[in-house]
C-alpha cells in the first residue's frame, strides 16, 4: 500500500530575536523593572531602566506559560549581568499574565498596549489598535496613555496574528513576507468573502487552485482581514493620533490597507511595536515600585 | 471487471481500484494546488501497486471536492463525478452491508447519511462553521502544541469532562489556550476537545435521525479519541470500517462498477 | 444564620430536580414548568401547584439541532435539551407566557416531543403600553384559570386567589427589601448571592422560600462582608443565570449592585395590587411590570427604569449581557449603552453562549474595570 | 459525464404583464419620496400592517413597507454590506433581522435606495409610523428606527398593534374577545392618525380600501393555484416579483387591479401550455424568503429540470386562503358584501388578517407542515427546499419542526442555511455542492451547462 508522507514546512512560524540598549547602564539606575507580556501566539519581556527600554526578548508562547515566562525574561536580560531576582519590580500583562511566577501584579494588555503606545509614540496618541495573535483591540486613550474606552473583537479570530499565520503556511510565504507579497498586485482583488479562519483558508485555498497568483489571494485575504478590523475601529470611533501595535502592525499588507480604508495614517513606529504590552506593563511596574516605596 | 475511484478531497487524495468487487490497491497523498496533478500521481502509485495500467480499467468514477478536476482529462480521464454523499454511500455499502447510518469526517467537513442498501434516503453536512471537522482537531493539536495524531490517544487517558463550546474553530483554540493559562492538563483538554467535536458531529447526525449500524468513515475516523464520545453522545456503537479514509474512493469504484446504479 | 441562609438558596438551585421530586412526594400535588416570568403563578399557587421555572443547566444543547435551528438562543435550546434529556420528567404540566419567540420554540418542541400530560400556551399581550391591554389579558386569564381548574380538578376560589396573590406579593416584598441593602457602600450581599436568592425563587415553594428570606432580613443589617470591592456594577440584560461567570468577575475584586434581568430585579419590582376583580389585578400587574423588551414600544420604558436603578444603587459601571441571537435586548444595546452614559454609567456589552470562554471574557472584564478606576494612582 | 436523458421541451414565453409590474414598483417607491412635493403623507410600516386604515386619511397618502425595502437593499449586495456596517459600526449585534439592519443601515448612511439600483442621498423620514407586532422584531424595528431619527433631530410618531394573540380554525368562528382587542386598538389608532396628521379621517376610503386589500389577497391565491397544472406556468423566482405588490400595496385599487389582469395572463398560458421552465421534470417548493443576493441558484437548478414551483411564503405571505371541509386547500373567497361602516371594516379587516396562512406557524408548527404538505399534494411537488434563514426569525421560527412533519409525510426534505439580507451568511458554493448532492441523490442529472 503507498502513503505519501508528510512534510510540514513551518512558513507561520516567525524568528524569535533578543536586544539591549547599549548605550544605557542599568547599574548607574535607581529603579530597574520588567514587563512579561505572555500573549496567546508570542510572549514578550522588556527590561526598563529608570523608566527607559534597556532590554527585551520576543519568543513564541510555550504550552506552559511560567515556563515561557521565565525563558523570555531570562533571555531579554542575556548577558546584561542582570538576573530576575535583581528586578525591582514585574508586572505580567496578556493572556499568560496571571501565570508570570516572579512578577507582583498583573495589568491587563488593554491598559498596558496603551501605556506603551503612549512611550513608543508619545503623548499625541489617541486611537491603539493592537492586532494580538487571537485578540483585536481598538482602544481610545488619553495623553497619558489611559484607557477610556475600548473593544476586543468577537469569538472570532479572523483578522488577527493567527489567521495570518494558517494563511502564510497555505501560501508557503514566511509569516514576515506575507504583507509585502499582498501588496504586489497592481488591482486589488474581492476580499474573501468569509471570515471564519478555517473557512477564508478553504476560499483562499480554492482560488489559489483557480490559478489566481499567491500575490491576488493574499491581496484578496488580507483585504478581507482590513475590513474586519475597521468594523471594529468603526465600533469605538476612531481619533487622531492612531497607532497599531503588535505584531500585525508590521505587515504593511494590513496596515496600508486599513490607512486606506479609515482615509487615516498610523504614526510610524521608533521601536517594535510588538513590545508596547510588556514596555507598558514594564512602565506600570515601575509606577508600582516607586508607589511602594513611598517615592510618589 | 476492473474500475477505478479516485477521491480528490480538501487534504488528500485518494484511490481505490477494484477488480470484481475485490480491491486490489489502495493509495493516498497530500493534495497540492494542481488537484489533476496530485490526483494524477496518487492514481500512478495506485495503478504501479496493483500492477496494472490505465487501459486496464474500464471506468473511473471520481469524487470530492475536486473532482470535476479530473472528469475526462488525461491521464485519468474519469467517465464521470458522483458527490461525496452519493459515493460514502455505496461505499459504505461495499465495506458494511448492514449500514443504516454513515458518519464521514472528513478535513473541512462532517457529514451525516441515512442510507437504505447503498442508497441515500437523507443527509445532513455542516454548514458555515468547521468546527466538528478534521482542520478543528488539527488546529486544536497546533494550539496544544501536541502531534494530531497524539492527540486521539492523549484524550483517552483523561477522566475529566470540561465543557467547551467549539461553535468556532478559533474560538475554541482561545479557549484551548485559556485552558492551557489555567493549568488544565494536555489530557483533559485534548478530552474536552474531541468531547465538543463529538457533540458538534452527533448534533448535526441527530437532524437525520440515528438507526444502527451506525458507521463512521473518513480521515477523523482514524481517530481514536473520536469514537468514545461519539458513541456516548449517540448512545450507540459506532463501526469502524477498515481503511475508513477510503470509503469515498472505494464507493466511486463500485458506482464505476454498476454504471446503471 | 445569614451565611446559611446563601448556602440554602444555593443547594436549592443545585438540587432543583430533587427537591421538585419530594415536594411532590410530599403534598401529592402537581408541579408545571414554566419558561416565562409572564407566567402568573399567582393562579397556580392558588391552585396548589408548585410552578418552577425552566433555566439553564450550561451543558451545550447538542440533542435539540432536531427541533430548534441553532440561530435561536442558546436559553431556549438549553431549556430544551434538559427536557429531552429527561431532566424535568417529573413534570405534570408545562406552560409558557408569551414572550420572545425563541421561548415559544422550547414550548412547542416540549409539547410535541417529550411526554407531558399538559400543555398551555399564554397569549400574554404585547401591546402592554396600549388601554386595551388589561381587560384583554383580564380574559386570557379567565381561560387560563378555566384550563388550571380542569387540569387539577379543583374550582379556584377567589380566597385561593387572594393565597396566590399574598405568597407572591410577600416573596416579591422581601426579595426587593434584601435588594436594599445592596445600596450599602460596601454593599451586605454579592451580586452572586443576590442571584442565588432570586433564581431559587423560581425553583421552590416560595411559602418555604419567604420562610427563610424572613430569617435573613433579620440579621443582614449587620453583616460585615469581608472583601475588599471598590467598584460597584450593575449587571443588564437577558435571561442570565450564568453562576460562574458572577462569580468569577466578583473575585476580580467588583461587586454587582444591581441588575436588571428576569432573573433578577425585574422578577420580583412589581406586585400584584388588590382589586375587587382579582383576576383584573393579576393582569394588571404583569401589564405593568418591569416589561421584557419583546412589549416594551413603542417608548424604552425598560432603559429608563435600568438608568433609575443605575442611580439609585450608584454604579461606576454596567455589563450590559447578550445572550446571542436574543434580539429583544440585541436590538435595545445602543439606546441602553446611550442613556446610560447619559447619567456617567459606562458599559461594555458582552455576548453570552451556553458556556460562556471565561479565558477570552475575564480580558474584556479586567480591562472594563481597569478603566473605571483608571488605574489613577499609576499616571 | 454519462449517457444525458432526454426530456420533453415546453415552449416558454415571459410573461406579458411584466412591465406593469416593473412600473407600480418603481412608481411606488418615488411616490414616496416625493410624496411632500404633492403635498402628500407619508408614512412607514411592515408589509402586514394594517395599510388600509391610513388609507382613510386620503388619497394622497404614501408609504413605505420595511420588509420590501429591507429586500432590494440586500439585493444590490455592495450597499447592503455598507448597511451591515453601519448598524455594527452603531453597536448592533449582526445577528439581528438582516431587513431591520439593511433598513437602519440606509438611515444611518442617510442614503435611499431606488427599486433600479439608484442610491439617492438622504434617507426620507416618514411623518408618522404604522406598524404592527408579529415577531419579536416588528414593533421594536421601528421604535430604533424612531430613536435613529430622533438623533437626527427628527420627531416620529409611532403607533404599533399588536395582533398576538394566536392563530383562529378554519372551522370555527374567531373568538371575539381576540378579534375585539386588535379592533379596538385599531378604532384608538385612527383616532391617533387624526391627532398626528391633524386630518379628518375618511370612513368611506377605510371601506374601499378593506375591500381592495381582501381582493388582492384573494386574487393572488387563485394565480397561485394556477401554478398547480404542468407544466408550472410561472416559476418562483418570476413569483418573487409579482407576490411583493401586495407586500407594499395590498390595499390599493391597482393592486388588486394588477394581480386580476395577471391571472387572466397565467390562465391564458395555461391553456396554451406555456411552461415558466422548458424542461421541468422536477417539481419543488421552497420555504421563507430566499438570500436575495443569489436569486441565480434558481437557475442552477433548472440545469437538472428543477423547477420551483413557489412556496407557502409567496403563496401566504399576501395570499389568503382556507381549508375546505374536505381537505382541500383553496383560495379564501372575500365576503359576499363590501363593509360600510367603520367598525364593519375593522371587524371585517382584522377577521380576514388573522388568517394569514404564513401567521399560523408562529404558534402552531402543525399547521404550516400541514399546509405544507397540502402544496405537495396539490402542486404536484416532488421535493421541499427548507431555507434556514438566519435573517428572519420570524418565518424561520419552528422551521426544524416542519422538516421533521414534512419528512413523515414521506416528501424528501433538503434544508439549507442562509440569509435573505446579509450575503455573509449565505455560502454559494457550498450550497450549491449541497444541492447537488441532494438532485444526485433524487436520481437526477445535468442536463444542459
Known amino acids: 500500500m503507498a502513503q505519501a508522507e508528510i512534510k510540514t514546512q513551518e512558513y507561520w512560524r516567525w524568528p524569535e530575536y533578543r536586544m539591549t540598549v547599549l548605550d544605557r547602564d542599568w547599574q548607574k539606575a535607581n529603579v530597574i523593572t520588567a514587563g512579561v507580556d505572555i500573549g496567546s501566539v508570542g510572549s514578550k519581556a522588556a527590561v526598563l531602566v529608570d523608566g527607559e527600554l534597556y532590554s527585551y526578548a520576543v519568543q513564541r508562547t510555550g504550552g506552559v506559560s511560567e515556563q515561557t515566562a521565565i525563558n523570555v525574561a531570562s533571555w531579554a536580560l542575556e548577558g546584561t549581568g542582570l538576573e530576575i531576582g535583581k528586578l525591582h519590580y514585574v508586572v505580567g500583562t496578556g493572556y499568560g499574565r496571571v501565570n508570570v511566577p516572579f512578577a507582583k501584579r498583573s495589568i491587563t494588555e488593554i491598559a498596558c498596549h496603551a501605556r506603551g503606545a503612549n512611550y513608543i509614540y508619545g503623548p499625541t496618541v489617541r486611537t491603539v489598535l493592537d492586532i494580538g495573535g487571537q485578540d483585536c483591540k481598538a482602544i481610545r486613550c488619553d495623553e497619558k496613555g489611559k484607557v477610556l474606552s475600548f473593544l476586543m473583537n468577537d469569538k472570532c479570530a479572523a483578522g488577527t496574528g493567527r489567521g495570518l499565520e494558517v494563511f502564510a503556511d497555505l501560501i508557503s510565504v514566511p509569516i514576515q513576507e506575507v504583507g509585502k507579497v499582498s501588496l504586489s498586485v497592481d488591482q486589488e482583488p474581492p476580499p474573501v468573502s468569509n471570515t471564519c479562519v478555517i473557512f477564508a483558508k478553504a476560499e483562499s485555498l480554492a482560488l489559489l487552485r483557480q490559478g489566481w497568483s499567491k500575490e491576488k489571494v493574499a491581496a484578496a485575504y488580507h483585504a478581507a482581514m482590513a475590513d474586519r478590523i475597521v468594523d471594529l475601529l468603526t465600533r469605538v470611533g476612531i481619533e487622531k493620533d492612531f497607532v497599531i501595535t503588535g505584531g500585525v502592525a508590521k505587515n504593511m499588507g494590513v496596515v496600508q490597507r486599513l490607512e486606506r480604508i479609515l482615509k487615516i495614517k498610523a504614526l510610524e513606529p521608533k521601536m517594535d511595536p510588538i513590545l508596547a504590552g510588556a514596555l507598558g506593563a514594564g512602565l506600570f511596574a515601575k509606577a508600582l515600585y516607586e508607589k511602594e516605596t513611598g517615592q510618589r | ?261 | 444564620m445569614i451565611d446559611e441562609a446563601f448556602t440554602q438558596f444555593r443547594e436549592w438551585i443545585d438540587n432543583r430536580h430533587e427537591y421538585a421530586k419530594a415536594w411532590k412526594e410530599k403534598t401529592g400535588n402537581k408541579v408545571a414548568g414554566y419558561f416565562c416570568t409572564y407566567v402568573p403563578e399567582e393562579i397556580l399557587y392558588a391552585a396548589d401547584t408548585l410552578p418552577v421555572r425552566v433555566l439553564g443547566s450550561h451543558d451545550p444543547p447538542t440533542v435539540t439541532e432536531p427541533y430548534i435551528f441553532a440561530m435561536y438562543c442558546h436559553f431556549c435550546r438549553d431549556c430544551l435539551a434538559q427536557g429531552l434529556r429527561g431532566k424535568f420528567n417529573y413534570l405534570d404540566g408545562i406552560i409558557e407566557g408569551q414572550s420572545c419567540i425563541h421561548l415559544r420554540q422550547a414550548f412547542n418542541a416540549w409539547r410535541l416531543h417529550i411526554p407531558i400530560d399538559y400543555a398551555y400556551y399564554i397569549y400574554v399581550p404585547h401591546g402592554i403600553q396600549t388601554r386595551r391591554a388589561i381587560p384583554y389579558f383580564r380574559e386570557e386569564l379567565a381561560q387560563f384559570k378555566q384550563s388550571i381548574e380542569k387540569w387539577t380538578s379543583k374550582s379556584i376560589t377567589n380566597q385561593d386567589l387572594d393565597r396566590g396573590i399574598q405568597v407572591l406579593n410577600r416573596n416579591r416584598e422581601l426579595m426587593r427589601k434584601v435588594t436594599e441593602y445592596r445600596k450599602a457602600d460596601p454593599p451586605k450581599l454579592t451580586g452572586l448571592e443576590a442571584m442565588e436568592m432570586t433564581l431559587s425563587s423560581q425553583m421552590v415553594d416560595k411559602n418555604e422560600h419567604n420562610r427563610l428570606l424572613e430569617q435573613l432580613l433579620q440579621e443582614l443589617p449587620n453583616r460585615k462582608l469581608d472583601r475588599q470591592s471598590n467598584i460597584r456594577l450593575m449587571i443588564i440584560g437577558s435571561e442570565d443565570d450564568d453562576r460562574v461567570f458572577m462569580k468569577n468577575v466578583e473575585n476580580l475584586g467588583a461587586t454587582f449592585v444591581v441588575d436588571e434581568h428576569c432573573t433578577g430585579t425585574r422578577y420580583y419590582w412589581d406586585n400584584v395590587e388588590p382589586q375587587e376583580d382579582r383576576l383584573t389585578a393579576i393582569a394588571t400587574r404583569y401589564v405593568n411590570r418591569v416589561p421584557c423588551p419583546s412589549k416594551d414600544w413603542p417608548e424604552l420604558t425598560r432603559i429608563q427604569h435600568a438608568v433609575n436603578l443605575a442611580k439609585e444603587y450608584n454604579v461606576n459601571g454596567a455589563l450590559i449581557i447578550q445572550n446571542k441571537f436574543c434580539d429583544p435586548h440585541g436590538i435595545e444595546i445602543p439606546p441602553l449603552k446611550d442613556a446610560l452614559s447619559k447619567v456617567g454609567v459606562q458599559t461594555y456589552p458582552l455576548e453570552f453562549d451556553v458556556t460562556v470562554p471565561w479565558g477570552q471574557f475575564r480580558t474584556r472584564v479586567e480591562a472594563f474595570l481597569e478603566t473605571l478606576t483608571g488605574l489613577e494612582e499609576l499616571f | 459525464m454519462a449517457s444525458r436523458v432526454e426530456v420533453k421541451e415546453y415552449p416558454t414565453e415571459p410573461l406579458k404583464c411584466w412591465e406593469q409590474a416593473k412600473n407600480l414598483r418603481k412608481n411606488y417607491y418615488e411616490d414616496y419620496l416625493h410624496a411632500h412635493e404633492k403635498g402628500g403623507v407619508r408614512w412607514a410600516g411592515g408589509a402586514w400592517s394594517f395599510s388600509s386604515i391610513p388609507a382613510g386619511l386620503g388619497e394622497d397618502v404614501y408609504c413605505i413597507t420595511g420588509e420590501p425595502y429591507g429586500a432590494t437593499v440586500a439585493f444590490f449586495k455592495d450597499f447592503a454590506s455598507k448597511c451591515h456596517d453601519a448598524t455594527e459600526a452603531a453597536g448592533f449585534p449582526r445577528t439581528l433581522c438582516s431587513y431591520m439592519r439593511n433598513y437602519w443601515g440606509s438611515i444611518l448612511l442617510d442614503k435611499y435606495i431606488l427599486t433600479d439600483g439608484t442610491v439617492v442621498d438622504g434617507y426620507p423620514p416618514p411623518d408618522f409610523i404604522w406598524q404592527d407586532h408579529i415577531c419579536c422584531s416588528h414593533a421594536k424595528w421601528y421604535q430604533l428606527v424612531r430613536w435613529l431619527e430622533k438623533k437626527r433631530g427628527k420627531e416620529v410618531p409611532m403607533y404599533s398593534v399588536d395582533v398576538s394573540v394566536g392563530y383562529p380554525s378554519d372551522f370555527a368562528p374567531e373568538e371575539d374577545y381576540k378579534v375585539n382587542y386588535i379592533v379596538e386598538q385599531l378604532s384608538d389608532g385612527i383616532e391617533w392618525l387624526e391627532k398626528v396628521t391633524g386630518r379628518n379621517y375618511n370612513d368611506s376610503l377605510l371601506c374601499d380600501a378593506v375591500w381592495n386589500e381582501m381582493k388582492a389577497t384573494s386574487v393572488w391565491a387563485e394565480v397561485c393555484a394556477l401554478n398547480q397544472g404542468v407544466p408550472a406556468p410561472l416559476d418562483e423566482k418570476t413569483m418573487y416579483s409579482l407576490y411583493v405588490m401586495g407586500t407594499l400595496m395590498k390595499h390599493r385599487p391597482e393592486c388588486a387591479a394588477f394581480y386580476e389582469t395577471l391571472r387572466d395572463e397565467v390562465k391564458d398560458r395555461i391553456r396554451r401550455g406555456i411552461a415558466a421552465v422548458s424542461n421541468e421534470r422536477f417539481r419543488v417548493i421552497t420555504d421563507t424568503q430566499p438570500p436575495w443576493g443569489f436569486l441565480k441558484i434558481f437557475r442552477e437548478m433548472e440545469k437538472y429540470g428543477v423547477v420551483s414551483v413557489g412556496s407557502l411564503y409567496t403563496y401566504g405571505l399576501i395570499g389568503m386562503w382556507q381549508y375546505q371541509p374536505d381537505g382541500k386547500w383553496i383560495p379564501r373567497p372575500i365576503p359576499p358584501k363590501k363593509p360600510q361602516t367603520r367598525e364593519e371594516a375593522l371587524q371585517t379587516i382584522v377577521r380576514w388578517t388573522m388568517h394569514k396562512p404564513e401567521w399560523a406557524h408562529f404558534y402552531q408548527p402543525e399547521l404550516k407542515t400541514k399546509m405544507m404538505d397540502s402544496i405537495v399534494k396539490q402542486w404536484k411537488v416532488n421535493a421541499v427546499l427548507l431555507h434556514y434563514n438566519r435573517g428572519c426569525e420570524g418565518l424561520s421560527v419552528h422551521i426544524a419542526e416542519n422538516r421533521l412533519g414534512l419528512i413523515d409525510t414521506g416528501i424528501p426534505v433538503f434544508p439549507f442555511e442562509g440569509n435573505m439580507g446579509d450575503e455573509r451568511d449565505f455560502d454559494l458554493s457550498g450550497t450549491m455542492s449541497r444541492l447537488t448532492a441532494f438532485f444526485e441523490s433524487m436520481g437526477l442529472r445535468k442536463l444542459k451547462e
Open chain 2, 1 to 261: 471487471m476492473i474500475t477505478a475511484g479516485v477521491d480528490v478531497g480538501a487534504k488528500f487524495a485518494k484511490v481505490v481500484i477494484l477488480r470484481d468487487g475485490q480491491v486490489i490497491a489502495r493509495a493516498k497523498a497530500l493534495v497540492g494546488l494542481d488537484l489533476l496533478k496530485s490526483a494524477s500521481d496518487v492514481f500512478e502509485t495506485a495503478l504501479k501497486d496493483a500492477g496494472i495500467s490505465r487501459s486496464d480499467i474500464q471506468r473511473v468514477v471520481a469524487t470530492g471536492m475536486g473532482g470535476n478536476a479530473i472528469l475526462q482529462k488525461p491521464p485519468i480521464n474519469a467517465d464521470q463525478v458522483v458527490s461525496v454523499v452519493v459515493a460514502g454511500a455505496a461505499g459504505v455499502y461495499h465495506a458494511v452491508p448492514t449500514a443504516k447510518t454513515v458518519i464521514d469526517v472528513g478535513a473541512e467537513e462532517g457529514r451525516g447519511i441515512k442510507v437504505e442498501g447503498g442508497k441515500v434516503r437523507d443527509f445532513v453536512i455542516n454548514e458555515r462553521c468547521a468546527a466538528g471537522a478534521g482542520t478543528f482537531i488539527e488546529a486544536m493539536a497546533r494550539a496544544l502544541e501536541v502531534k494530531v495524531e497524539d492527540l486521539g490517544p492523549l484524550s483517552l487517558k483523561s477522566m475529566n469532562t470540561i465543557p467547551m463550546n467549539a461553535q468556532c474553530c478559533v474560538f475554541a483554540e482561545s479557549e484551548v489556550v485559556s485552558l492551557i493559562h489555567s493549568k488544565i492538563s494536555k489530557e483533559d483538554i485534548s478530552r474536552a476537545i474531541h468531547d465538543a467535536i463529538a457533540g458538534r458531529i452527533s448534533s448535526m447526525v441527530l437532524r437525520i435521525g440515528v438507526e444502527k449500524d451506525v458507521v463512521l468513515i473518513g480521515g477523523c475516523a482514524l481517530n481514536p479519541g473520536f469514537i468514545p464520545p461519539l458513541e456516548k453522545e449517540l448512545h450507540t456503537s459506532i463501526i469502524v470500517p477498515e481503511f475508513p479514509e477510503y470509503i469515498g474512493a472505494l464507493g466511486a469504484a463500485v458506482i464505476a462498477a454498476n454504471p446503471l446504479r
